[in-house]
């Protein structure tokens, strides 16, 4: 089920219809009158049954990528995002995956990462020694903010392939998102 505001309403306004029709996933746009997008995504996720929420918007500006996740945004895209990758976010999201741009997940890198130390990143090579090769191949993919499709095509494997790499990426390096795996192949410096 979809709860849909007309463009140029508000945020409290899709609040509203959120609160009253109780979509799986919210596509939420961060500039609107009375009440942006994030202080919309921190109120959506204070009610019960919560939806998923995806936010997106013309500008990856450090202020909102940081303010939807802690508003606890379960995704970042950009409005250029081709509408085909938007469903695919949208199942994902629902699926309990995290999705997050390219630019914003290398944006959430540089962040993270530029106060990378020697034992930060002594730390991360030695958790990526768990991997396999091909394993710490598709890791580095990750981190290059690639989708799986885009990941199959480069490393020639289907992406059902890719997809279980992923998981077993995850599994060993006890991440709970690809950001997280982003930072670790940042932090080693495979990037």
């Not at 009375?34 to 109120?43: F, V």
């Not at 996720?45 to 500008?59: E, Y």
């Not at 630019?103 to 962040?111: D, K, M, N, P």
């Not at 499709?149 to 990426?169: F, G, P, Q």
């Amino acid at each position: 089920m979809a709860a849909v505001t007309p463009p140029g309403d508000s945020g409290a306004a899709a609040v509203a219809a959120v609160a009253a029709h109780r979509p799986e996933i919210v596509l939420m746009d961060v500039r609107m009158p009375e009440m942006n997008g994030i202080t919309a995504t921190e109120r959506i996720s204070a009610l019960p049954a919560q939806p998923k929420v995806i936010v997106l918007t013309t500008f990856h500006l450090d202020e909102y990528v940081f303010g939807a996740l802690r508003a606890e945004a379960s995704g970042f895209l950009l409005k250029d995002t081709p509408p085909t990758d938007i469903v695919q976010a949208a199942k994902l999201v629902a699926a309990g995956e995290a999705m997050l741009s390219p630019a914003v997940t290398r944006t959430l890198i540089g962040h993270f990462s530029a106060d990378t130390d020697a034992s930060r990143r002594a730390a991360a090579k030695q958790a990526l020694q768990a991997l396999t090769d091909r394993e710490r191949e598709v890791a580095t993919q990750v981190g290059r903010g690639e989708s799986n499709a885009d990941i199959a095509a480069r490393l020639y494997m289907s992406e059902a392939t890719v997809k279980a790499h992923v998981s077993r990426v995850l599994a060993k390096l006890n991440a709970a998102n690809r950001v997280q795996i982003a930072i670790l192949v940042r932090d080693a410096g495979l990037l």
